[in-house]
């Protein structure tokens, strides 16, 4: 079956930027996506991206592409406090762009 | 709006008791969706419901039950919890269902379920 794997910790100085890797397996990805967790609370959308794009800006957050080595990343910028939670990266294959294979989380830890 | 809400927050259940997560949703969402949370692992589809009237299993569905009661309320029941269904469950909720549309899904706050 699919698989998505992501480091398990990350932790960045106030200011500086944050890269966030996945790596998924499933080479009919349609979409793939970035999922926020703050403590005590569900998930939200931070981001998706098509799977025939290789780059997403929004705002402070870009989300590269690399299809060929099924290699995901976010990156934030001018990284805050306030960014401090799990980050999910998620892939659906083709044809159920609704069933969300989700990895394992990275804890990014944001310090002073 | 309240988005997705979630009932209870906690719950303590011995092995072979029953119980019923209430997931609501006031964002007139056609699908709904129920996953569990385990320490080192993603999110994990337990059952999803397409739109109301319809039920489907996802990638661990044994030992539960869905009912989708109508199109706000999904629910999901374990009918003889044991040990392995200690979780964190949430429940979601999306536009469609997409075949080719990422309709974004927005979670509940969760459950966190404790089963000794």
């Known amino acids: 079956g699919e698989d998505v794997e992501q480091s398990l910790f990350l932790s960045v100085r106030e200011g500086d930027s944050s890269v966030i890797n996945c790596t998924y397996t499933?080479?009919?990805?349609?979409?793939l996506y970035w999922y926020k967790q703050e403590p005590g609370a569900g998930l939200q959308l931070l981001t998706y991206i098509f799977s025939n794009m290789d780059m997403k800006q929004d705002q402070r957050l870009t989300v590269l592409l690399n299809k060929k080595d099924k290699h995901l990343s976010l990156r934030i910028a001018d990284t805050q406090t306030g960014d401090s939670a799990i980050y999910f990266c998620a892939e659906t294959p083709q044809g159920t762009a609704s069933k969300l294979t989700f990895g394992t989380g990275t804890r990014l830890q944001v310090t002073l | 709006n309240a988005g997705v809400t979630q009932t209870p927050k906690f719950q303590v259940l011995k092995t072979g008791q029953s119980m019923t997560l209430q997931c609501a949703q006031d964002m007139n969402h056609n699908s709904m969706y129920w996953y569990r949370q385990d320490p080192g692992m993603g999110l994990r589809l337990i059952y999803y419901?397409?739109?109301?009237?319809t039920t489907d299993k996802g990638e661990v569905p044994n030992g539960y039950n869905v009912s989708r009661l109508n199109k706000r309320e999904f629910s999901l029941r374990l009918e003889s919890a044991a040990p392995s269904q200690t979780s964190v469950y949430f429940c979601?909720?999306?536009?469609?269902w997409g075949r080719g549309n990422p309709y974004e899904q927005y979670f509940g706050p969760g459950t966190r379920l404790t089963v000794t």
């Open positions: 419901s397409a739109s109301e009237g």
């Open positions: 979601a909720s999306s536009e469609g």
């Open positions: 499933d080479s009919s990805s349609t979409y």
